[in-house]
């Protein structure tokens, strides 16, 4: 459901190992890779891959030779940024987890959202998230499930989605673009294929609906993004608009109509504990 993240890799003219490029490399791996930029490639690429890969299957992804990915991976398991379990395969390590989860937990926009989001996904019995613009896609900061109910969404904090066709994206998108002309300039830079049926491609009628959103305050998903969910979403001012909370909910036990009648009480929910 979420788009995989890249890292963008600069090649450093000055260094003198390179390697030659290979264009069948995976995930649309560099010509070189130096330095640091290689062992952050390696760190990203074990990302990628909860069950872990061996040295070939890292050397083959990032278009290096397995004797500079070995020292890559030395680096990161001396750092506990890596590990190699008993399988012979490496992996994330606790100690990458371990400040990733404390970094998030830690954030200032977190520690202020979080009880939103909580009472949000308790009162309605549905997913919250808060979300953020990043180009023509959205990032999931935070996100709380409801405490009940054996139906969840599969959405996952860092994971990302398109913009145009998500409330939280609509949303932060008629307030970054002031006017129905900017609308559709970026929409024309940003063509949307569909995730549904029900996705709003067309950039005169994408227009519209910023236009709308722009007016009312909010934005709606009615299974633009995946069947079967809706989503409603406000701003979340902190000190200014930083992003936006949603309500994702199964359309058949959280109508969209029962949230957009409730978008004064999700409003004060929001503005109170934000």
Known sequence: MEAATRLALVPDETAPETT????TAPHGAVDRLVGADRVLAVLVELARRPEGATLDD???AVASPKSTVHRALTALTRAKLASRPA???YALGDEFLRLAFAYHDARPEHVRIQPVLRALAER???????AVLDGDEVVYRAKVDPPSGAIRLTST???RNPARSTAVGKLLLALALPDDGAARDWARAHPQPPRTPRTVVDDDAFVVDLARTRARGYAVDDEENELGIVCLAVPVSLGAV???VSVSALAYR???ARLVA?????QLLVAGGA
């Open 124 to 130: 309605y019995g549905e997913t919250a998230h808060y």
């Open 254 to 256: 959280t109508p969209l």
């Open 87 to 89: 399988t012979g395969q």
């Open 58 to 60: 890292l050397a083959r």
């Open 20 to 23: 030659a490029p290979d264009a």
């Open 262 to 266: 409730d978008v004064p009480t999700i």
């Open 242 to 244: 930083t992003g936006a």
């Open 157 to 159: 904090i860092g994971g």
